[in-house]
C-alpha cells in the first residue's frame, strides 16, 4: 500500500491496517493459501481511513465464504459465540458442553447455599473429588471487555460458598472459574492470578483460550454455521443445541428446524468439514 490506513477497532481506538492480522485469522480459519491471497488482494483496494475492523471482517467473510463455508464459519466463530443469545443462557450450556468434552459432569443454572447467603452457580462441573464452579459472563456487544469488578464480586461469592461447613465437608477440591466469550482487562488477570481463580476469554490463557479449546477439540457453537439462517439457529437455541456436531447429522431435526431439503445437504457438508477430523467430501454422512 502507498499510504498507511488507520483502521477503527471494536474499542473505538485507531492502529494502522496490517495485512499479518489480516492474513493471521485467515489462517485461523484454515484458508488456503490461494485463497488468502486472492482475499487480501481484494479487500486491499477497498480500505479507506477510519475503516472499521469489523467492516473489513465482514468483507473478507463474503469473500471466504464464497469458496469455503466450513473456513468462513471457522473466520466467523467469534461472532457465532456473540449469537449466543440474547440471554446468555445457551454460553452458559456452552461452557458447560467444554467441561463436558473432559469427562465432566455438568449442572447449570445453580443455586448453592453460602454461610450467609444463598447464590445461583451458571455451571457446575464434576469429575472424581472435584468440582468447578463458573461464573459466565456473556457478550454480544465486541470492544466491552471484563474489568477488576467481575472477579472480585465472583471471589467473594465463591468464598461464601466455601464457608458453608456442609458444602466444605462434601468435597476435597473446589475451583472457581470465569468464563466469558469477551476480553479480561490486565487488573481483572491480575487479580484473578492473585486470588486463584481460573479465567477463560475469548484469548485468555495464551493458547489455551476459548477459541485454542474450540479449535483443538472441535466443539463450534451451531451459531457460526453459514448455512443455517439466524431463525433456524434461534431455534436451535430454544431447544437447549448449541454445538454443531449436536444438529449437522440429523436430517429429521434438521427438517423440524425449518431448514429445506437443498441446504440439509449443505448443512450436513459443512458439519462435518468442522467437526470431522477426517471428513470426505466424496463420501458425505449417510442419511
Not at 464457608?163 to 477440591?173: G, M, S, T
Not at 456436531?245 to 440439509?264: C, F, H, M, T
Request: aromatic fraction near 8%.
Amino acid at each position: 500500500m502507498k499510504r498507511e490506513v488507520l483502521v477503527t477497532k471494536s474499542t473505538g481506538l485507531k492502529e494502522p491496517f496490517s495485512i499479518l492480522k489480516l492474513r493471521h485469522s485467515l489462517e485461523k480459519a484454515q484458508a488456503g493459501p490461494e485463497e488468502i491471497a486472492d482475499i487480501i488482494k481484494k479487500v486491499l483496494p477497498q480500505l479507506y481511513q477510519g475503516v472499521s475492523t469489523k467492516k473489513i471482517h465482514s468483507m473478507a467473510f463474503r469473500l471466504l465464504r464464497k469458496s469455503s463455508r466450513s473456513s468462513a464459519a471457522r473466520y466467523q466463530l467469534k461472532r457465532g459465540i456473540m449469537e449466543l443469545g440474547p440471554s446468555g443462557f445457551p454460553f452458559e450450556k456452552f461452557i458447560a458442553k467444554l467441561f463436558l468434552n473432559q469427562n465432566y459432569s455438568t449442572l447449570t443454572d445453580q443455586v448453592l447455599q453460602g454461610k450467609c447467603v444463598s447464590h445461583e452457580i451458571d455451571v457446575i462441573a464434576r469429575k472424581d473429588n472435584e468440582i468447578v464452579l463458573v461464573e459466565c459472563k456473556y457478550r454480544n456487544t465486541a470492544g466491552i471487555a471484563v474489568d477488576i469488578k467481575t472477579p472480585l464480586y465472583i471471589h467473594a461469592r465463591f468464598e461464601d460458598i466455601l464457608d458453608n461447613p456442609l458444602f466444605k465437608n462434601q468435597l476435597e477440591h473446589v475451583s472457581g472459574w470465569v468464563a466469558t466469550n469477551a476480553r479480561f482487562t490486565t487488573d481483572a488477570i491480575a487479580y484473578g492470578k492473585c486470588r486463584g481463580m481460573n479465567l477463560l476469554s475469548w484469548d485468555y490463557p495464551a493458547n489455551k483460550g476459548l477459541r485454542d479449546i474450540i479449535d483443538s477439540a472441535r466443539l463450534y457453537p451451531l451459531t457460526c454455521l453459514t448455512s443455517l439462517t439466524k431463525q433456524e439457529k434461534q431455534w436451535f437455541l430454544a431447544k437447549n443445541y448449541v454445538l454443531v456436531s449436536e444438529v449437522y447429522k440429523n436430517q429429521d431435526l434438521l427438517r423440524r428446524a425449518g431448514v429445506s431439503s437443498p441446504r440439509i445437504s449443505a448443512v450436513m457438508t459443512e458439519g462435518g468439514k468442522l467437526c470431522e477430523v477426517f471428513f470426505d467430501q466424496k463420501h458425505p454422512v449417510k442419511k
